[in-house]
T-cell receptor, first 111, second 111 residues
């Protein structure tokens, strides 16, 4: 089944403790991206990647890192999480300029 | 920067009614526009994708139109059902493959 998977689905952590949210797609898509969704602000793009080893900043990249060493994986790294990074995070993938497919989301709470 | 607006923010209709959701965007230089559905606490499901050269797309009871020059799209849902209750998001893609989302319309279909 074609899908985008994210892990973990739920995470509660404390300020400053490094964490990684994994994202994987099995559709051989070139384009992958991360979004955060906050009430009243909608979905905002954090980082995106056009292909392996090619990443770029979206609208709200501060406090996040990404890497794209393999085509199927695009992890999101929070080196030192803060409470304002509490949010619902989505990973998405697509063939360039075509329909985007979204993962199920990761709900992150930073205390 | 592209801004996407969806009006109304919330809508309640009785079962069986036809309804229209609106999406407007500020920069008409878009590559395509995509409508999504989001159920509470869940990911996004793609409903329809309209390329910038197209005027409309249809899938079952859903019809999406695009007027690029005026910066507007509508999602028409025919014969609404309680299962259509969800938040509907529109997103426009620019030439750099970035996706800009509206904040959504929360639809409730009353049995």
């Amino acid at each position: 089944e074609a899908q985008v998977t994210q892990n973990p689905r739920y995470l509660i952590t404390v300020t400053g403790k490094k964490l990684t949210v994994t994202c994987s797609q099995n559709m051989n898509h070139e384009y992958m991206s991360w979004y955060r969704q906050d009430p009243g602000l909608g979905l905002r793009q954090i980082y995106y990647s056009m292909n392996v080893e090619v990443t770029d900043k979206g609208d709200v990249p501060e406090g996040y890192k990404v890497s794209r060493k393999e085509k199927r994986n695009f992890p999101l790294i929070l080196e030192s999480p803060s409470p304002n990074q509490t949010s619902l995070y989505f990973c998405a993938s697509s063939q360039t300029s075509f329909e985007q497919f979204f993962g199920p989301g990761t709900r992150l709470t930073v205390l | 920067k592209q801004e996407v607006t969806q009006i109304p923010a919330a809508l309640s209709v009785p079962e069986g009614e036809n309804l229209v959701l609106n999406c407007s965007f500020t920069d008409s230089a878009i590559y395509n526009l995509q409508w999504f559905r989001q159920d509470p606490g869940k990911g996004l499901t793609s409903l329809l994708l309209i390329q910038s050269s197209q005027r409309e797309q249809t899938s079952g009871r859903l019809n999406a139109s695009l007027d690029k020059s005026s910066g507007r799209s509508t999602l028409y849902i025919a014969a609404s059902q309680p299962g259509d209750s969800a938040t509907y998001l529109c997103a426009v893609r620019d030439g750099a493959n970035n996706l800009f989302f509206g904040t959504g319309t929360r639809l409730t279909v009353i049995p």
